[in-house]
């Protein structure tokens, strides 16, 4: 196995009184997408910053590059480019300028990808950046970061203006960093955009990881839902390890969910019920988001 | 909905938003000016004391700094006091509107909050209206305290009217700087750029009264700066500058209005044109990109300093000539005499003038210096931190720029006294010599770079306490443009690195006290360089 582009040990933050970061472990691999998902205030942003080298970790440590992210942050950030939440630019500047003066600043210049991706993006650089509404701001941001030829993108939802086309822009963009073995950090609120994306997610709560591993991974800790029409009167509500047991419009219809543990002879007990249709559904993204969140499936 | 629908909501919104703010200007105000009209009879009681300051009052330097006021007959101390404090007060009552004013207003609005506010069943002109209310209240209840504390102080020679006059005056002069301040908010496109407007008119009408003050008072008429000198609270009241600022405050209001209904929301009467394309080879790092952003500021500070400081040097002909105050000195004295005499009087205005500019000349670099913490808030360095930036590179490149600007600008405005003020001599052996001149700069620097460095060493290490530097800033101006006339204890002066080395070119510089400021000044630099280093940095 490769060296990990960024690893997290442990990592704590406290501000104040206030334990911001509890436990944050994770790591993420070249050519490797990571989603970091969470709800508002669970310490996404935070840990961004912390390896950023923006606020000092005050336990655990972290890593980019094999570098420690707090003293050698000017090194890391040769080859990293990171484009944050809410982007804000100086106002009396024009959107072409400030894309420039990013690149610069890392010994990048514009290039012919850089002026695709303003065409592309359908960005007008001779705004002043006063004008931009959220997502022209965005836009200048991940332009800039895409133009760049770094080796790690980290994306503090990215997205949160944008409107669908350009939505899908920044997800064919990303999709072609990881063809070039690039790795990624995505922050995202979307998650039908991490799910299409991201080959591994990291669920943060109240500071800490309550989880990471492939979306396949996870679907296991979780519920599948069967919709089934049966040919006889057989009562589903007999069986052991089901949940949320309600009947559809017909007689004989069901629906319900099931504990992976139990799908197998959850089904064997249904084969012999002259089963007429059956569809079972995994858990999408959003359905783990909120099992974890809420507790409920 | 009318157009002023629930501006009542949002008086009681704004002043609940700036109490802090309101209520630090209310108190030190009220207690500055109180305090000193306590302490005035035991300053100037006796005819003696009167008769001493009231010759040095009518000097032309002085005139240039306090305004001219005109005594007849048995001179009292309240007199001397409404001629030292009037014009005094009238500056700092109209940077506090100016600032008020255009917080309230055009500030909300760059922070989206005024969007925010109008899309409720709010009034187009609520915000505009509700403004206005709170520099009518703030201005009108500061009057009220000043008029009270003139009273409860009773100083030999002061009448109720006059009491009345000067806190109402004081009032209305600050209103209307603060309506200007509103208007400005309206004609430019963001706060920066009304703030700059602003002070520019507020300057324009500082050299006009300063001007015709030193030459023809009649003409100071035509400043509204000038007015609040026109009041003569106690030998003649005077309350036609009352109902002159107010009416002028009313058509600004009205304008203010007019410049409201024509421009969108966010956008200023000025529209914004589209620019570059493309960076130019210039921009390229984190000392040009304060440039770029800031060079129309620095500009119009350096430029503005040499303006001030050839308003200065115009008034030189006539206080550097002794004979126009006293025709029978050359005959009693001889030539040499009066040309020395003359080199006297021009080095002491000069030395003090000196001051005055080295404190002035700080503002904008300490702007820049604490613009470092504000841009880190705002989330404008976010994008600047994710790069191969350090964070001393970045420090640097703010401090560096402060201090080049601030120097710069000290030198510019001393040096238009100098040069403006020879040039309009007719015996340029009566005016300041270059090495005089030189002496005059070494003097001063030592002090700028010190306020400088305070300001450093607040952002790199205690960043929530910046509003210090301003503090102690006002403080150090006030100690030297006060000190001697109001013959403040050498305590009080020396506690602002202003009162530090003598001075200059009046007496010479003190190389030691030089040496150890400049130590000081480093000292600073590097302890909130080790602080930027270490802390975390804010983030919105």
């Known amino acids: ?297 | 909905m009318s157009r002023y629908g629930r501006t009542g909501q949002l008086i009681r919104l704004n002043l609940r938003r700036d109490r802090f703010r309101i209520l630090m200007w209310i108190i030190l105000l009220a207690a500055l000016m109180t305090s000193v009209a306590w302490k005035f009879e035991g300053i100037y009681g006796t005819q003696s004391e009167i008769a001493a300051i009231k010759g040095t009052l009518a000097s032309p330097g002085i005139v240039a700094m306090f305004g001219a006021f005109s005594f007849t007959g048995k001179v009292t101390t309240a007199e001397i006091f409404a001629n030292e404090m009037l014009l005094f007060m009238a500056l700092i009552q109209v940077v506090m509107n100016l600032t008020l004013s255009i917080h309230a207003t055009r500030y909300e609005e760059d922070l989206g909050i005024t969007e925010l506010v109008r899309a409720h069943a709010v009034g187009t002109l609520a915000p505009l209206a509700a403004a206005a209310t709170e520099l009518l209240l703030v201005n009108g209840f500061l009057g009220i305290l000043y008029s009270l504390g003139l009273t409860a102080a009773n100083m030999p020679g002061a009448t109720i009217e006059g009491n009345w006059l000067i806190g109402l005056g004081l009032a209305s002069t600050g209103l209307l700087f603060g309506l200007l301040g509103l208007l400005t908010a309206q004609l430019a496109d963001h706060s920066a750029s009304a703030t700059g407007l602003a002070y520019s008119l507020f300057g324009l009408s500082y050299l006009v009264r300063m001007i015709t003050d030193v030459q023809h008072p009649r003409l100071t008429w035509w400043s509204p700066l000038g007015w609040i000198e026109k009041l003569a609270p106690y030998n003649h009241p005077n309350w036609s500058p009352i109902w002159l600022s107010l009416l002028l405050a009313l058509v600004l209001a009205q304008v203010a209005v007019i410049a409201h209904d024509h421009r969108d929301l966010g956008a200023g009467a000025i529209t914004t044109r589209p620019g570059r394309r493309n960076a130019s080879v210039f921009l390229r790092g984190p000392v040009s990109l304060i440039w770029r952003r800031q060079r129309n500021v620095i500009l119009g500070w350096l430029i503005g300093i040499i303006i001030f400081g050839v308003a200065y040097g115009t008034v030189f002909n006539t206080i550097g000539d002794i004979l126009k105050t006293n025709p029978t000195m050359q005959q009693v004295f001889g030539k040499a005499m009066v040309h020395e005499a003359n080199h006297q009087v021009l080095l002491s205005f000069t030395s003090l003038l000196a001051i005055v500019m080295a404190a002035v000349a700080v503002i904008p670099g300490m702007q820049l210096i604490l613009k470092l913490h504000s841009d880190e808030t705002r989330g404008w360095l976010e994008a600047l931190y994710a790069r191969p930036l350090s964070r001393t590179r970045l420090l640097f490149s703010y401090v560096g720029t402060a201090f080049i600007t601030s120097t710069l600008a000290y030198i510019g405005g001393l040096g238009g006294i100098v040069v403006m003020g020879d040039a309009s001599l007719k015996h340029v052996q009566d005016g300041i010599s270059a090495s005089e001149f030189w002496q005059g700069v070494w003097a001063q620097l030592p002090e700028v770079w010190v306020f400088l460095a305070l300001s450093v060493l607040l952002v790199g290490c205690w960043p929530r306490l910046k509003a210090f530097s301003w503090f102690y800033l006002a403080l150090g101006f006030i100690s030297v443009y006060m000190g001697s006339l109001l013959k403040l204890p050498t305590w009080v002066k020396r506690l602002a690195p202003s009162g530090w080395m003598p001075r200059v070119p009046q007496h010479d510089v003190n190389w030691t006290t030089f040496s150890w400021m400049i130590a000081l000044a480093l000292v600073f630099v590097l302890i909130g360089w080790l602080g930027y280093r270490r802390r975390d940095l804010h983030m919105s």
């Not at chain 1, 070249?30 to 912390?50: L, Q, Y």
């Not at chain 1, 970061?145 to 920044?170: C, H, K, M, V, W």
């Not at chain 1, 390890?241 to 009947?247: P, R």
């Not at chain 1, 007429?276 to 858990?283: D, F, G």
């Open chain 1, 1 to 297: 196995m490769t060296t990990p582009v960024l690893q997290i040990n442990h990592l704590q933050k406290k501000f104040g009184h206030f334990q911001a970061l509890k436990d944050i472990t994770f790591e993420v691999q070249p050519g490797e997408v990571f989603g970091f998902i969470g709800p508002n205030g669970a310490g996404k942003s935070t840990t961004i910053r912390v390896l950023l080298g923006i606020i000092r970790a005050s336990g655990g440590d972290a890593t980019i590059f094999g570098k420690n992210v707090w003293s050698d942050s000017v090194r890391i950030h040769q080859r990293l480019a990171y484009v944050p939440g809410d982007v804000y630019l100086w106002p009396n500047l024009t959107g072409g300028e400030i894309i420039d003066l990013l690149l610069k600043l890392n010994g990048a210049t514009h290039t012919a990808k850089t002026d695709d991706l303003i065409k592309k993006f359908g960005l007008d650089p001779t705004k002043k950046a006063r004008t931009y509404s959220k997502g022209n701001r965005q836009k200048v941001a991940l332009i800039a970061a895409f133009s760049q030829d770094a080796d790690f993108y980290i994306f503090d939802e990215p997205t949160s203006g944008l409107d669908p086309l350009n939505e899908r822009l920044f997800q064919e963009a990303v999709l072609d960093l990881k063809a070039h073995g690039k790795a990624v950090l995505l922050s995202s609120h979307i998650l039908s955009e991490v799910e299409r994306m991201c080959d591994r997610i990291g669920i943060i709560r109240e500071g800490q990881i309550i989880e990471t591993g492939s979306l396949a991974e996870m679907r296991h800790l979780t519920r599948t839902m069967i919709t089934v029409t049966l040919g006889d009167d057989f009562d589903v509500t007999t069986l052991a390890g089901i949940h949320g047991v309600t009947a559809g419009h017909h007689p004989h219809d069901w629906q319900f969910s099931v504990e992976d543990a139990q799908l197998s002879a959850v089904m064997n007990t249904l084969a012999q019920h002259q089963v007429i249709a059956l569809q079972s559904t995994p858990p999408t993204l959003e359905d783990l988001f909120m099992h974890y969140y809420t507790g409920k499936e």
